[in-house]
């Protein structure tokens, strides 16, 4: 006879976005990853597209060149490619800044503050003032400079949290400014934009497991890993399992979830740490594609970006905000989702280089 499961301790936002959607889009489909027997990674899938459209291809050290008709159409340095300008490359390196011009476009944004890394103090007041006054409630601390998830805390509720949330985000900040900002409730969801069209959308979700009554986590987690290999961009590293966070929400790796409980094994929807990419392209409520679309038009040397949004419900344009934008994102997010239609990112990207300005 298997217990119950106990409460697992408070509510939490993100969580039960993430929840909602994994019961609603992910269970009746567990497990059932779309195979890709093999995966050339962001500048391979470039590189392939553009020999198959006939071009000439040169590449030197991070640089990668497109030819057609002996005349350079665009490239790569990196992840950053030529339909990216340096103002709008160098902006988007600060989240603050980026948040400043979308709000300017009339688009939403969370509420927060940046400070310099030696302003811990101020930060500290600024956040109390806040949340006395019924402001800010949860709030997440980032570096401004981040990515991958480096260094961002999400659910920080007391001045303890604050202060050791603020020496991970510093740590990560190359320009040591760190960010406050309002917990928004919503899917992580990215959606690609090249020109004025939204390729792709991608929901990304924390690696978690389904119980069936009789297994313990450690065994879920296992056979979740084992999934995960049929798919060659996801399984390319493995699932983290954050015991501490699991512990926080009352779950050890040895108990056994009920049928149908889901169990997050960390918090992070990050592929690098074992979370899984979801195509919503079709279902992704059409206000929200555009709203990616306007993000990347409020620069005005930008023609291709991957924008984060949070988005609490997919069919409903509420409540979603942006929250970055990514001017070196990585393709294969969108490209070759772990669950559903892989959407073609690299043809898009090449057609907008030989469309020109
Ligand atoms: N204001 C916020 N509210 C809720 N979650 C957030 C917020 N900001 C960041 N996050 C979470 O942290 C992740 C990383 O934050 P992001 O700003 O995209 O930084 P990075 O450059 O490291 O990707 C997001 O994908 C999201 O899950
Ligand atoms: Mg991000």
Request: net charge positive.
């Amino acid at each position: 006879m298997v217990e119950p499961p106990a409460r697992r301790g408070p509510a939490e936002p993100t969580t039960d976005a993430n929840l909602a959607f994994v019961q609603r889009h992910l269970a009746h489909r567990h497990l059932q990853f779309t195979p890709l027997a093999s995966w050339p990674g962001h500048r391979g899938a470039l590189t392939r597209e553009a020999k198959r459209r006939g071009l000439t291809v040169r590449e030197q050290d991070k640089s990668m060149y497109f030819f057609q008709a002996g005349r350079c159409i665009g490239g790569t340095v990196g992840l950053i490619s030529t339909l990216v300008g340096y103002s709008a490359a160098r902006t988007t390196r600060s989240k603050t800044f980026t948040k400043d011009l979308l709000a300017r476009a009339g688009l939403p944004v969370p509420r927060g503050r940046h400070f310099p890394a030696t302003r811990l103090e101020t930060a500290v007041s600024w956040w109390a003032e806040q949340t006395t006054d019924g402001g800010l409630g949860e709030v997440v601390v980032k570096p401004a400079d981040g990515n991958a998830g480096r260094g961002v805390s999400v659910e920080v509720r007391t001045e303890d949290q604050l202060r050791s949330a603020w020496q991970r985000a510093r740590r990560e900040s190359s320009r040591k400014q760190v960010i406050l900002e309002e917990q928004v409730r919503g899917v992580d969801t990215r959606v690609f934009v090249v020109g004025d069209r939204a390729v792709a959308a991608t929901v990304r979700v924390p690696a978690h497991v389904i119980g069936d009554g009789s297994r313990s986590v450690a065994k879920l987690a296992e056979e979740y890993e084992q999934a995960r290999t049929v798919h060659k961009y996801l399984s390319s590293r493995p699932t983290f399992l954050d015991v501490t966070l699991m512990g926080r929400r009352g779950i050890g790796l040895d108990d056994v979830p009920a049928t149908s409980e889901v169990v997050f094994l960390n918090g992070t929807a990050n592929v690098s740490q074992g979370g899984v990419t979801v195509d919503v392209t079709e279902e992704i409520h059409p206000e929200l594609l555009e709203l990616a679309v306007r993000a990347v038009s409020a620069f005005p040397d930008l023609r291709c970006a991957g924008v984060d949004l949070l988005v609490p419900e997919l069919g409903s344009p509420e409540g979603a905000t942006v929250i970055e934008l990514n001017t070196s994102a990585n393709l294969s997010i969108n490209q070759v989702p772990g669950y559903g239609t892989p959407r073609d990112v690299a043809a898009a990207l090449l057609e907008e280089m030989q469309r020109g300005r």
